[in-house]
């Protein structure tokens, strides 16, 4: 929240506009978990707009971004050779509240400043604190613009109904009285955020490269099929024995959806043993020098647990080249499926390539077979672990454990879901390895990312929540505190003792035996203790078709960067 008398609408003056990529430079004052998330709101203005940022190297003017007293930006390019300054202050190291000030420094004002606020929501001067009135202040159109995009209740820059009052009552009120608890979200930037920006800053596509298919009103997206015996790929609304609805068009409540919608569905009811149906996307090409690449789909199993979907790429070595080379990236197999899956996959790719989806009839005798909808593909890492609970709405009072995961850098973990009767929180526990006695101990700048995920078809229009925490060592905890799940009804904190957290498992963890028999150490449960409430699930898709999906991530990558080039 920007909390300077300067603080959606935007700028009129395009010389106030930044040419992109915007440098800046984060300082040394910030926080290590506000760099981490300052990354990954970065990564998100780079799938979503055409707006890309770059370290500092000799620009006149930067964007400096610091930790000083509160959250706040001033509104468009300032000039100032010193570097124009962005406060990530503390408790500000949220995706959504770096989107809002980078957005504030990129020529965007308040929602609720634009100068046809008045037919969307009423302001209580009277119950705003003395000498904050300014935050309140409507632009003229004369000096902003709208650029069309209707008032937008779901805006990351709107002020939340109770902001800087003064005990008296809320300081904004909806005229829609079912916009009043919305308005102040921070879950990431809107929709309509997203294309006004596009619009302000002319746009034609995003940095990085993105594919979606929804396969609606009947269409292939330049998809390919074809099949080797048996049954090929068919577009499809319903299946028997199958999905009765595509993915798309679910509702939060049970399987059927608001409207009938297509999706690719391959039969293994009929042929031989080892017939294949393929579905290829066109030939595509990365924008980005990083060369990370994450396909996201849902699929639904309705075939016999022998059958399988491999994912496949072909990679060619030019835009020539006709055959190109093939690996196999993912598979999936075993019993049938009762809900849409989401399947994320790690493709990092460094040339033109193709998706395949193959489906492969196995031994058994089945009446289904398999189905796919929704197919994102983006130049973001996808996330370690996915968590997801069917029938989530009648899912209460106990804690969910992800089995052992590795990080890339050899670190064990699982991650876990505690669920109370109106709440629930999200951590990660660090755990016994077979390559404990070859790691940096206590565990140094990792950082861990809960997400709640908007399952919106199209990864540009979600709006998922997440938070991150990260381990710093230069204290003896997260913010001295940890959390402690001793009962899933009854969740506390826990203080910390003088020992660190994130320190080896065998040493500071209790053991307890795994299904396979072996005994694993197991630390302290870290992350959010109360991440959100039931409530706050029937808002946009976080629950659909019953379901609801949970990634989380658990990484150096991004830290590292962020040491590599502020030191």
């Known amino acids: 929240m920007n909390q300077s008398p300067n603080s959606r609408s935007a700028i009129l003056d395009e010389s106030r506009l930044w040419t992109s990529p915007v440098p800046y430079v984060l300082e040394k004052d910030l926080e290590m978990n506000a760099k981490g998330v300052i990354m990954k709101a970065f990564d998100q203005f780079r799938l979503k707009s055409c707006i890309d940022f770059k370290p500092r190297d000799s620009e006149d003017y930067y964007i400096s971004v610091k930790k000083l007293d509160g959250c706040f930006s001033s509104v468009g390019q300032r000039k100032k050779k010193k570097g124009q300054v962005v406060s990530i202050g503390r408790f500000c190291d949220e995706v959504s509240t770096v989107e809002h000030e980078f957005l504030h420094a990129l020529g965007f004002y308040h929602e609720q400043s634009r100068y046809d606020r008045d037919n969307y929501v009423n302001i209580a001067f009277e ?12 632009q003229s159109n004369e000096t902003s613009t709208t650029q069309g995009v209707p008032y937008d209740y779901w805006s990351v820059m709107h002020y939340g109904k109770n902001a800087f009052n003064n005990g008296n009552g809320s300081t904004i009120i909806t005229k829609d009285p079912t916009f009043q608890d919305v308005i102040g979200q921070r879950w990431e930037m809107s929709p309509s955020d997203v294309l006004e920006l596009n619009l302000l800053y002319k746009c034609n596509s995003s940095i990085a490269f993105k594919m979606y298919c929804g396969f609606s009103n009947g ?35 049970g399987d059927h959806g608001h409207d009938a919608g297509y999706f690719m569905h391959a039969s293994t009811a009929s042929g031989q043993e080892g017939d294949s149906a ?26 016999h647990k022998s059958d399988h979907l491999n ?19 993912g598979q999936i197999t075993g019993p049938p499926t009762s809900y849409w899956q989401l399947k994320h996959v790690s493709l990092n790719v460094t040339k033109h390539f193709q998706v395949e989806f ?58 876990g879901i505690a669920l109370a009767r109106r709440s629930f929180g999200l951590f990660v526990q660090l755990l016994s390895g077979e390559y404990d006695d070859k790691l940096e101990w206590p565990c140094p700048q990792r950082q861990t990312t809960f997400k709640m995920l908007d399952q919106n078809p199209n990864i540009q229009l979600q709006m998922s929540k997440q938070r991150s925490i ?7 905890s997260i913010n001295g ?11 506390e904190w826990g203080h910390a003792d003088s020992s660190y957290q994130w320190d080896n498992p065998r040493m500071i963890g209790t053991p307890y035996v795994d299904e396979k028999n072996e005994t694993i150490f197991v630390g302290p449960p870290l992350g959010k203790r109360f991440f959100a409430y039931y409530e706050d699930m029937k808002s946009r898709d976080f629950i659909k078709g019953g379901s609801a999906i949970f990634v989380f991530s658990f990484q150096v990558e991004i830290l590292y960067h962020v040491l590599k080039w502020n030191q």
């Open 278 to 303: 393929w579905l290829e996307t066109h030939k595509m090409r990365h924008n980005r020098e990083c060369h990370v690449q994450c396909l996201q789909f849902y699929y639904y199993h309705s075939g």
């Open 311 to 329: 994912i496949w790429i072909r990679e060619f070595q030019d835009e020539w080249d006709l055959s190109g080379t093939r690996r196999l990236m």
């Open 127 to 138: 119950n705003i604190k003395e000498g904050f009135e300014n935050n309140f202040r409507k």
């Open 470 to 476: 990260t381990s710093d060592l230069s204290t003896s």
């Open 358 to 415: 193959e489906v492969r009839k196995g031994a058994g005798n089945s009446s289904g077979g398999f189905s796919i909808d929704d197919i994102n593909l983006s130049e973001t890492d996808c996330p370690h672990v996915t968590m997801q609970i069917d029938d989530f709405e009648n899912t209460r009072s106990t804690t969910l454990y992800s089995p052992r995961q590795y990080s890339s850098g050899g670190y064990a973990y699982r991650v």
């Open 481 to 491: 505190t940890y959390i402690t799940f001793d009962h899933p009804k009854h969740l």
């Open 219 to 253: 269409t292939m997206c330049q998809m390919n099929r074809c099949s080797q015996g048996g049954s090929g790929w068919e577009m499809v609304t319903h299946v028997s024995g199958g999905p009765r609805s595509d993915h798309t068009n679910l509702s939060s409540g």
